[in-house]
């Protein structure tokens, strides 16, 4: 099954997705229907019809998830890229939800910098509460996957050797267009990710890169604080950043970037600087 979150009239609905078809959902996004508990197999496809998906004013796929967990250097080649040492533990870190836009929506630059940078990122969206999970319980809270674009200012992650203040700027951080859930796309895939920046390969690898798989991190993540339903987890970014490159690339505004990823979508995002008119 494929999820959505629509905005439609000033507020946002959960949908499914049905080919280039929605059908609208009483939920208020993903976030609200994984809370509810119903069984994502029992959804029905008919109801009422939502907007075309391709033309669809997309709202980020979980508005305000109550968790967003980030993994740090969890693919070889972009560890190897920048130089740094394979670490032993899984590398966490946090974002805002104000640091959330949908999946079509525009990326605000921020003033201060000139260094923000591209990071296709896999993520992980938790379907049920786990704590303290082993392999099996970790694998079951998994409701499904979508894409993000982990958008990273690089000077700003460097100031310091903890890099939160890097990685959560207002409206850098594309988060959809879909939930595919674990029965149609399985739970731990093999997934073709990249990223184009105005239409240029800068980024192609695949999952299998990762340094820690999707069910290992949600085992780990959850020995330090409880999931809940609607949580996300981006998995970490491959090689071919622009902080990685010789000599040093960084997005600009009107520059288009897209981050993809085999079997579930797109985020594409024009780059606008913060404060200016887009």
């Given at each position: 099954?494929?999820l959505?979150?629509?905005?439609i009239d000033?507020?946002?609905?959960?949908a499914i997705?049905?080919?280039?078809?929605?059908v609208?959902l009483?939920?208020a996004?993903?976030?609200d229907l994984?809370r509810?508990?119903?069984?994502?197999?029992?959804?029905a496809?008919?109801?009422?019809?939502?907007?075309?998906f391709?033309?669809?004013?997309?709202?980020?796929?979980?508005?305000t998830p109550?968790?967003?967990v980030?993994?740090g250097q969890?693919?070889?080649?972009?560890?190897?890229?920048?130089?740094?040492t394979?670490?032993d533990?899984?590398?966490?870190?946090?974002?805002?939800?104000?640091?959330?836009?949908?999946?079509?929506d525009?990326?605000?630059?921020?003033?201060v910098?000139?260094?923000?940078?591209w990071?296709?990122e896999?993520?992980?969206?938790i379907g049920?509460?786990v704590s303290?999970?082993?392999?099996?319980?970790?694998?079951a809270?998994?409701a499904?996957y979508t894409v993000s674009?982990d958008?990273?200012v690089r000077?700003w992650?460097r100031?310091?050797?903890?890099f939160l203040?890097?990685k959560t700027f207002?409206a850098?951080t594309?988060?959809?267009?879909?939930l595919?859930?674990?029965d149609?796309?399985g739970?731990?895939?093999?997934l073709?990710?990249?990223?184009?920046?105005?239409?240029v390969?800068k980024q192609?690898?695949?999952?299998?890169d990762?340094?820690?798989g999707?069910v290992?991190?949600v085992e780990?993540?959850?020995q330090?604080?409880?999931l809940?339903?609607?949580?996300?987890?981006?998995?970490g970014t491959?090689?071919g950043?622009g902080a990685?490159?010789?000599?040093?690339?960084?997005?600009a505004?009107?520059m288009v970037?897209?981050?993809s990823i085999?079997?579930?979508g797109?985020?594409?995002?024009?780059?606008v600087?913060?404060?200016?008119?887009a």
């Open positions: 099954m494929r959505t979150t629509l905005r000033g507020s946002t609905r959960a997705v049905d080919g280039d078809s929605t609208l009483d939920h996004d993903v976030g994984l509810s508990g119903v069984d994502l197999g029992a959804l496809s008919t109801g009422e019809r939502g907007p075309d391709a033309g669809a004013d997309l709202a980020p796929l979980i508005v109550g968790k967003i980030c993994v969890n693919y070889r080649g972009h560890i190897a890229e920048l130089g740094n394979v670490p533990h899984p590398t966490l870190f946090a974002k805002y939800t104000t640091a959330l836009v949908g999946a079509r525009d990326i605000r630059l921020p003033t910098s000139e260094q923000a940078d990071e296709a896999l993520t992980i969206v049920t509460a303290n999970a082993d392999a099996a319980t970790a694998r809270a998994i499904g674009n958008v990273s000077d992650q100031r310091t050797s903890q203040q890097g207002d850098t594309p988060l959809g267009p879909v595919v859930t674990v149609e796309i739970t731990e895939p093999d073709r990710i990249e990223t184009r920046v105005d239409g390969v192609s690898s695949s999952t299998s990762m340094l820690f999707v290992e991190i780990y993540v959850s330090c604080m409880s809940a339903p609607g949580d996300v987890i981006l998995t491959p090689a950043v990685g490159r010789d000599p040093q690339e960084f997005l505004p009107g970037v897209e981050c085999e079997r579930i797109s985020t594409r995002n024009t780059c600087r913060a404060g200016s008119a």
